[in-house]
């Protein structure tokens, strides 16, 4: 879907060590496994500075959970060291096209305003693991009021950016990927049997077999349901 306005340049990072040289491709694939329609950054910059097309930046992207309609994201692939700590480590070429691209995207979006993932409120992790209102505004680029400010338990955030989950995709048809489709299989056909065998008898050793049974079937259903979902059934029952 077409974005009708451009209000934020939303700056992100992979989360990835420095050692990781990986680009559009890796991260697509990263997105189309949580079922996303596509990558849901509009621009990746590697390592090298390379930058790689993403979603069309005309697009609505999937990277900012309530400001996806309204706004570009850009990827830097980098953030954490070996121990997924966040680290400002990127480098001198990935500043300088950095640099170059939001020139172009400010005059080509003349009311956007660059902004951190983490600068959003309600973002409780350290994305994109510098101060991008900071950085932007030191290096001349129009940037947009801060939400809410750093925390350290945001710094302590380890989980990867990929599984934040700030998509706007419809997420009602989240497939269930090779391995959780033959777990799913493999755990319900497990427990029908073992609910099966339970109309042999009565003793104890069949109420056991009834309760692993059940428990088998719970764990296939979850899997199958697919992750957006078991987090929303989760937030139902315990939120
Ligand atoms: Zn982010």
């Known amino acids: 879907m077409r974005r009708r306005s451009t209000d934020y340049i939303v700056l992100h990072c992979?989360?990835?060590?420095?050692?990781?040289?990986?680009g559009a491709a890796e991260i697509r694939q990263w997105h189309k496994a949580k079922g996303w329609n596509d990558i849901g950054?509009?621009?990746?910059?590697?390592?090298?500075?390379?930058?790689?097309?993403?979603?069309?930046?005309?697009?609505i992207g999937s990277h900012v959970r309530n400001h996806n309609a309204s706004s570009v994201g850009i990827c830097l692939v980098g953030g954490v060291d070996a121990r997924q700590r966040p680290r400002n480590n990127f480098t001198a070429a990935q500043w300088s096209a950095l640099k170059n691209r939001l020139a172009d995207l400010q005059s080509r979006f003349p009311s956007s305003r660059v902004i951190g993932h983490r600068d959003f409120p309600g973002v409780t992790k350290?994305?994109?693991?510098?101060?991008?209102?900071?950085?932007?505004?030191v290096n001349g680029f129009r940037v947009a009021a801060r939400f809410q400010l750093v925390t350290a338990s945001m710094l302590r955030a380890v989980r990867r950016e990929v599984e934040d989950g700030d998509e706007i995709d419809n997420v009602a048809s989240?497939?269930?990927?090779?391995?959780?489709?033959?777990?799913?299989?493999?755990?319900?056909?497990?427990?029908?049997?073992?609910?099966?065998?339970?109309?042999?008898?009565?003793?104890?050793?069949?109420?056991?077999?009834?309760?692993?049974?059940?428990?088998?079937?719970?764990?296939?259903?979850?899997?199958?349901?697919?992750?957006?979902?078991?987090?929303?059934?989760?937030?139902?029952?315990?939120?």
């Open 14 to 22: 992979s989360a990835t060590p420095p050692t990781a040289d990986i």
């Open 41 to 59: 950054y509009h621009l990746v910059i590697r390592r090298n500075g390379e930058v790689e097309e993403g979603r069309s930046l005309e697009e």
């Open 126 to 137: 350290a994305c994109p693991c510098f101060d991008a209102i900071d950085w932007a505004e």
């Open 174 to 239: 989240v497939p269930v990927t090779g391995q959780g489709k033959w777990l799913a299989a493999i755990l319900g056909s497990g427990g029908a049997g073992s609910l099966a065998g339970f109309g042999y008898g009565m003793d104890w050793l069949s109420l056991l077999v009834l309760i692993l049974g059940l428990a088998s079937i719970t764990c296939g259903v979850l899997l199958t349901i697919g992750h957006e979902r078991r987090e929303r059934l989760w937030d139902r029952l315990f939120g």
